[in-house]
């Protein structure tokens, strides 16, 4: 099992930089990064570095580091007009432009939040089939795949595992399949029982993380509940997540940590880096190894 760092566990931390991370991460043993498009736009527009200087690092064969994905094209569904459908697929045709010089294969698409009309869970289904069907043929020729966050939160269209895994069930496209994040599994109660059902191949990337033991659907149950896992307070089961992808033929090969929690963007990027690095290497070896 490789491990795999996202910047949400340090996009806050003082003077933050993605050409910085990539250094940092390969410094303390990880395999993959999943750089966040907040981070990335932010720091461009303020000019710390170019898409040029980042994909000139990935270029150099002395580096070991890759990038596993996008890290979102966000509410990428439920679009009501003409004009919001077409600002979708062309902010895909950017994403697409970055990931081909920066050598990626994923991007993760995370669903709309707080509709404005009461879709019930089928015509979500049916949108979300239809817009990630002409999404597969812009990124086909270029190699890349299409992973489905859906998140753990009341306001968000597709907020349970299970919701997510039939749009990809229908769609039935190599190109498209599910980001499944520990937290947002829990955070609106997903079911085991369907997970373990699950095709694991379908399962593109997996988001290790743990957290509070918040009630779910709570509207203070936030990202920020987030902790590294088995710190004190932790309430999720990590055997369970490890035992359940090992059965499903999970082929990821990957666990990337993706916390967001205030406290831990006190640290330095360094710091932060190297302990999250600290925690996925002993999750691996507890559980995997």
């Known amino acids: 099992?490789?491990?795999?760092?996202?910047?949400?566990?340090?996009?806050?931390?003082?003077?933050?930089?993605?050409?910085?991370?990539?250094?940092?991460?390969?410094?303390?043993?990880?395999?993959?990064?999943?750089?966040?498009?907040?981070?990335?736009?932010?720091?461009?527009?303020?000019?710390?570095?170019?898409?040029?200087?980042?994909?000139?690092?990935?270029a150099d064969p002395s580096h070991k580091l890759?990038?596993?994905?996008?890290?979102?094209?966000?509410?990428?569904?439920m679009k009501q007009t003409q004009e919001e459908k077409d600002a979708v697929m062309a902010k895909l045709d950017e994403i697409i432009e970055v990931c081909d010089r920066l050598q990626c294969k994923m991007i993760v698409v995370v669903p709309s939040?707080?509709?404005?009309?009461?879709?019930?869970i089928d015509e979500i289904r049916e949108d979300a089939v239809a817009v990630l069907k002409q999404m597969?043929?812009?990124v086909k020729p270029h190699g890349i795949k299409l992973s489905i966050?859906?998140?753990?939160?009341?306001s968000m269209s597709i907020n349970r595992f299970e919701d997510a895994y039939a749009i990809v069930q229908e769609i039935d496209s190599p190109?498209?399949?599910?980001?499944?994040?520990?937290?947002?599994?829990?955070?609106?109660?997903?079911?085991f029982d369907d997970l373990e059902k699950a095709d694991g191949s379908k399962i593109f990337v997996w988001h290790l993380n743990g957290m509070e033991n918040m009630p779910c659907g709570a509207a203070y149950n936030t990202d920020e509940k987030r902790l590294w896992?088995?710190?004190?307070?932790?309430?999720?089961?990590?055997?369970?997540?490890?035992?359940?992808?090992?059965?499903?033929?999970?082929?990821?090969?990957?666990?990337?940590?993706?916390v967001f929690r205030p406290d831990y963007y006190k640290l330095n990027s360094e710091e932060n880096i190297r302990t999250a690095a600290e925690h996925t290497r002993a999750h691996v070896a507890k559980y995997w190894d």
């Open 136 to 138: 597969v043929e812009k």
């Open 149 to 154: 966050e859906f998140c753990g939160a009341p």
């Open 1 to 58: 099992m490789k491990i795999g760092f996202n910047e949400g566990c340090n996009r806050f931390c003082e003077n933050h930089s993605v050409l910085e991370d990539l250094d940092l991460c390969e410094k303390y043993g990880f395999d993959y990064i999943d750089i966040q498009s907040e981070c990335l736009d932010r720091e461009i527009a303020a000019g710390k570095y170019t898409i040029d200087d980042l994909a000139k690092w990935f």
């Open 113 to 120: 939040m707080d509709l404005k009309v009461p879709a019930s």
């Open 175 to 191: 190109y498209v399949g599910i980001t499944l994040d520990q937290y947002h599994f829990h955070a609106m109660a997903s079911s």
């Open 66 to 77: 890759k990038m596993l994905s996008y890290n979102a094209l966000v509410f990428f569904n």
């Open 229 to 258: 896992p088995d710190e004190p307070g932790d309430c999720l089961d990590h055997k369970r997540y490890a035992d359940t992808l090992k059965k499903i033929g999970f082929k990821g090969d990957v666990c990337t940590m993706e």
